[in-house]
């Protein structure tokens, strides 16, 4: 592998992603092969952040494997609320496993993490940031059902703003010839801007579902990020926004699939889970093969070069209210070659 740590998925080459999807096609076809690929080896799972589908495929995963696993599904029965910070759990837990997997409420706690960790890490989400596993998850369902990554007409739709599947997923897809975005959002919850600048992604904006769902090879629906708003007001008048049902689906072309990384809310009506385009379910599952993919390559390519930046000399300031620094400020403001935020990829002043 290009790096250590999976902190974002575009820091692994292409030729990367590519070997962990032909493995996990590999492990999905010959599933009794791999059982006992990574005996005595352990996973933690941190998770101050809940989860469902990533905690659980994440440890079905390394189970399949042959492998074992510690960790906490809350940071409530952690030494967390004894006051302990992020460094001193990660230097701690990484000393008793192969590999980590983070997942947690902050922006720029997985790369906070991989500072400190003696193993590799794993984000498994990072606030409104990142959550690259879960493309990982997009990419070999796509693989699986379309054949390709190229040459797609992708739609986005729902919170793209603080729904950190759909960054991991644009930036990733942006990285193949003739993908096209269309963008469906309001313009509160629209992808941010830095984004759209780096990737260079050919976006359309869209205001409803209906405009472009005739055009698309993928829908890709996402919940109204509840627990990401400031206010509680803004997040009801902007939840119902879109929603996706059987008379929608009319217009959709006979290929469209409809994906989403879950939990849904109501922004799928529950009708449209029998239509055989809806792939969600199935998408959930793929994940699973994704993830033992993926922990077989990086622990057995545990020496792989850290990806790492130095404490800024000059006084630099995150203006993120969300970033890991807010919380953990010994760990010292950093910048990416781009001049934003190393841990969070927020402004800096
Ligand atoms: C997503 C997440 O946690 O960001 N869930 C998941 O991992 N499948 C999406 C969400 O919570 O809306």
């Not at 390709?148 to 793209?160: T, V």
């Not at 975005?181 to 992604?201: N, R």
């Amino acid at each position: 592998m290009t790096v250590r740590d999976l902190i974002d998925l575009n820091e692994m080459s292409v030729e990367d992603w590519q070997r962990i999807l032909k493995l996990a096609e590999e492990i999905y076809q010959n599933p009794d092969r791999y059982i006992a690929s990574l005996n005595g080896k352990i996973m933690a799972t941190l998770f101050y952040e809940p989860s469902t589908r990533t905690q659980m495929s994440f440890q079905a995963a390394m189970m399949r494997l042959g492998g074992q696993v510690i960790g906490f599904k809350s940071p409530a029965n952690s030494s967390v609320t004894k006051g302990e910070n992020l460094k001193d759990t990660i230097k701690i837990v990484s000393g008793y496993s192969d590999i980590l997997v983070i997942r947690h409420p902050f922006e720029g706690s997985a790369r906070a993490a991989s500072l400190y960790s003696q193993c590799p890490v794993i984000n498994a989400g990072d606030g409104g940031h990142l959550h690259p596993t879960q493309t990982l998850t997009d990419l070999f369902t796509l693989m699986r059902v379309k054949g390709r990554l190229d040459d797609l007409k992708i739609g986005l739709c729902g919170d793209l703003k603080f729904g950190r599947t759909v960054h991991s997923l644009l930036r990733a897809m942006a990285q193949f010839k003739g993908n096209k975005f269309y963008l469906i959002s309001t313009p509160e919850l629209a992808v941010p801007q830095y984004l759209l600048d780096e990737t260079g992604a050919e976006v359309v904006f869209c205001n409803s579902i209906e405009e472009c769902i005739g055009e698309l090879d993928m829908l890709y629906m996402t919940r109204v990020q509840r627990e990401r708003f400031a206010s509680m007001e803004e997040y009801e008048r902007l939840k119902g926004a879109y929603i996706l049902d059987a008379d929608k689906m009319k217009l959709a072309g006979k290929d469209t699939v409809i994906m989403h990384p879950l939990p849904r809310v109501d922004e799928i009506d529950r009708a449209v889970d029998d239509d055989p385009r809806a792939l969600y379910f199935k998408q959930a599952e793929y994940g699973m093969y994704a993830r033992m993919a993926l922990i077989m390559l990086m622990i057995n390519e545990a020496d792989a070069p850290r990806r790492d930046y130095e404490i800024s000399k000059e006084e630099i300031l995150c203006t993120n209210t969300k970033c890991i620094l807010t919380q953990e400020p010994y760990m010292g403001q950093r910048k990416t070659e781009s001049g934003r935020c190393a841990f969070c990829e927020g402004e800096i002043k």
